[in-house]
């Protein structure tokens, strides 16, 4: 099955009040985890692909061959979108060359009529194109490939410009942050969230750093509108953790346990479980 934009299962995913999970790829392991658990689980999903990530493996158009021939080899047959996450506005052009599905750009950090003048240009390129096209409005606390935001909730009047545009879907900050939460972590705005569908209404909403977000607050979120969300930090623990076991187990010195097929084996079982995980908790197991 070819890549498709995230447009029909987000507007799906928004009328269901279920949640379609982006998983951040970094390698061929990441890739092959995630499709072959998405398959498994008849889920649709989306593969995220930060700028920083896409220039580690080699490119965008590494990444689209990489992906495309994965879905034809391990023959997978739910939607998936090929999607850039947090692009500059050269970085979502550059993606949309290279044949991905779906871009993200990020122009949270411009002003507001900055934002706005770049997103729809972008967007008339997308639906030119037949792509999807997420925006966002506030910034997503943490660090993400050197973009540094401090979590600020987003204008929900500045929201409902953005989303007037014709984005397939919107990112706004409430409060969630990328990376690891701190201990004083103020939680999600829902009062912000649910603002922000009043002015959006059918517009799917994203949600950025879906790491250590408390499950009633997801349920929560996915209620108020929220229909994609967005998990990369946790697969990276998991896959650390597993191999370090692994080598510290000294399972690497046994037999050819050096060999990278097996070494990488752990973090990789680690990262389906874990997207296994979050599928059920988004609900999107069974509506491929």
Not at 10 to 38: C, D, M, P, R, S
Request: hydrophobic share 40%.
């Amino acid at each position: 099955m070819p890549l498709v934009n995230a447009k029909e299962m987000l507007t799906k995913a928004k009328a269901g009040h279920y949640a379609v999970g982006q998983f951040n790829i970094n390698n061929l392991e990441w890739t092959k985890a995630i499709l072959l658990t998405a398959e498994e689980l008849k889920s649709p999903v989306i593969l995220g692909v930060s700028e920083g990530a896409g220039k580690y493996m080699c490119g965008y158009k590494t990444v689209v061959g990489m992906v495309t021939a994965m879905i034809e080899e391990l023959g997978i047959t739910v939607p998936v979108a090929l999607h850039l996450d947090h692009g500059s506005y050269e970085g979502a052009k550059k993606c949309i060359e290279a044949g991905f599905s779906s871009i993200m750009f990020d122009g949270s950090h411009y002003p507001i009529d900055e934002n706005i003048a770049k997103t729809k240009e972008l967007v008339g390129i997308c639906n030119d194109l037949d792509l999807s096209i997420e925006a966002e409005v506030g910034s997503i606390g943490g660090e993400e490939d050197g973009v540094v935001g401090m979590g600020e909730c987003a204008d929900p009047e500045e929201c409902k410009m953005v989303a007037d545009l014709g984005v397939t879907m919107l990112a706004a900050g409430i409060g969630n942050i990328h990376g690891v939460y701190p201990e004083n972590w103020a939680g999600l705005s829902f009062e912000t969230l649910d603002a922000i569908q009043q002015k959006t209404g059918d517009m799917p909403l994203v949600l950025h750093g879906g790491t250590g977000i408390p499950d009633d607050m997801i349920a929560k979120a996915i209620s108020l509108g929220v229909s994609k969300i967005n998990v990369n930090t946790e697969c990276q623990l998991v896959f650390a953790e597993a191999t370090r076991q692994y080598i510290e187990a000294g399972k690497d010195k046994q037999g050819k346990g050096f060999d990278p097929r097996k070494l990488l084996a752990p973090g990789t079982e680690a990262i389906k479980a874990k997207v296994k995980e979050k599928m059920e908790l988004f609900g999107s197991v069974g509506k491929a």
